[in-house]
C-alpha cells in the first residue's frame, strides 16, 4: 500500500516537472546546434 502511494506521487511528481526537463534539455539541444552551425560557418569561410 505505502509502496503504491509513493508510486502515484512519483508519477505526480514527473507529471508536474517533466515540462521543466524537456524544456531544459530542448534549449541545450538548440545551444549546441547553433555554436556548431556557427563553427562550421566561420571554418568554411
Known sequence: ????K????L???VK???PK????IFTLFREAFLSA???LD???R
Request: proline share 0%; hydrophobic share 60%; aromatic share 24%.
Open 1 to 4: 500500500m505505502f509502496c503504491l
Open 37 to 39: 552551425v556557427f563553427i
Open 6 to 9: 509513493y508510486q502515484s506521487e
Open 16 to 18: 508536474i516537472h517533466f
Open 21 to 24: 526537463i524537456r524544456f531544459l
Open 11 to 13: 508519477i505526480f511528481t
Open 42 to 44: 566561420t571554418t568554411i
